[in-house]
């Protein structure tokens, strides 16, 4: 059985997609199989993954799995992702595209909130992690995440309102997880993403989201640094990568994932 990893934050731009891009990438580094679900109709982590859409051949998507309402429909839309390495064949996408905004509608929807992870039941029990990319939001497409998710992770940037979104995220996740038919969902994990420590406000958070939460907060923290964006934007994996920061940046993901898998162990 995978263990699934709901990734999120209440706060857009704080990292969500690069962690579990990356994250995603080390694992697979380790040996580990990993499935990335993109439950953001951006599409970010999709194209992060070197996945594109093919107009012709349509592929589909994640909301198609959802909007099936059937017990494993994510094993149709599992697919390759596009990078060369020798480890991307350890790596799965159920890709999203604007399309999945269409899924909102169901919110309504008598059980809807359980419809990713009737998809996943069945579809992805070959591979170790199912990591997923959740939107900037608690409302249904987040919520379809948590419903489906083992363990929950928020990524944060040490800035103010990042900080209290990712409380929010954690304690909409306490308060709610049993409404969402998943009463043993819990906040295992804080990444802090993109920490300037020369800046005294980042510094600050940093040292507050310590005190807030405690040894939830994953070591290391992942620095600010243009390899990050530049890999994201040119959706490659770090391994390929020739800049002068690449090493530093691919140390970091590598710690994170041993952290993440002491975090969540495999089954
Ligand atoms: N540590 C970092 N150093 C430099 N750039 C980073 C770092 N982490 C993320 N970025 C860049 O910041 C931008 C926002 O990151 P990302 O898209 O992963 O955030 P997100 O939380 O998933 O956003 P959204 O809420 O819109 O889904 C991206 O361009 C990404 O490449
Ligand atoms: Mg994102």
Redesign the pocket.
């Given at each position: 059985m995978a263990k699934r990893v709901a990734v999120g934050?209440n706060?857009?731009?704080?990292?969500?997609?690069?962690?579990?891009?990356r994250l995603a990438e080390a694992l697979a580094k380790r040996g580990c199989r990993v499935l990335v679900v993109d439950l953001?109709p951006?599409g970010?982590?999709s194209r992060r993954l070197g996945w594109t859409f093919d107009k012709d051949a349509p592929q589909l998507t994640i909301s198609e799995a959802i909007r099936a309402d059937e017990p494993g429909a994510a094993a149709q839309v599992i697919q390759p992702i596009g990078w060369e390495v020798e480890y991307a064949d350890r790596i799965a996408l159920c890709p999203a595209r604007l399309e999945l905004e269409n899924r909102m509608s169901e919110a309504g929807v008598v059980g809807a909130h359980r419809r990713l992870a009737k998809a996943l039941d069945g579809a992805d029990g070959h591979f170790d992690y199912t990591l997923i990319?959740c939107?900037?939001s608690l409302f249904h497409l987040t919520q379809l995440g948590m419903a489906a998710a083992d363990v929950a992770v928020a990524?944060t940037?040490p800035e103010y309102d990042a900080v209290e979104a990712a409380i929010r995220y954690r304690d909409f996740i306490a308060n709610r997880a049993a409404d969402l038919s998943n009463p043993g969902l819990e906040l295992v994990g804080v990444v802090v993403?993109?920490?300037q420590a020369q800046l005294g406000s980042h510094a600050f958070q940093r040292d507050g989201l310590r005190e807030t939460f405690g040894p939830l907060v994953w070591d290391p923290i992942?620095?600010?640094?243009?390899?990050?964006?530049d890999?994201?934007?040119s959706a490659l994996p770090l391994a390929d990568f020739k800049a002068d920061k690449a090493p530093e940046?691919r140390a970091v993901y590598e710690l994170l994932a041993e952290r993440f898998v002491k975090a969540v162990p495999a089954e």
């Open positions: 934050n706060k857009g731009g704080v990292g969500k997609t690069t962690t579990v891009v953001d951006q970010n982590a990319d939107p900037p990524v940037s993403n993109g920490l992942v620095p600010r640094r243009s390899v990050v964006f890999v994201d934007e940046v």
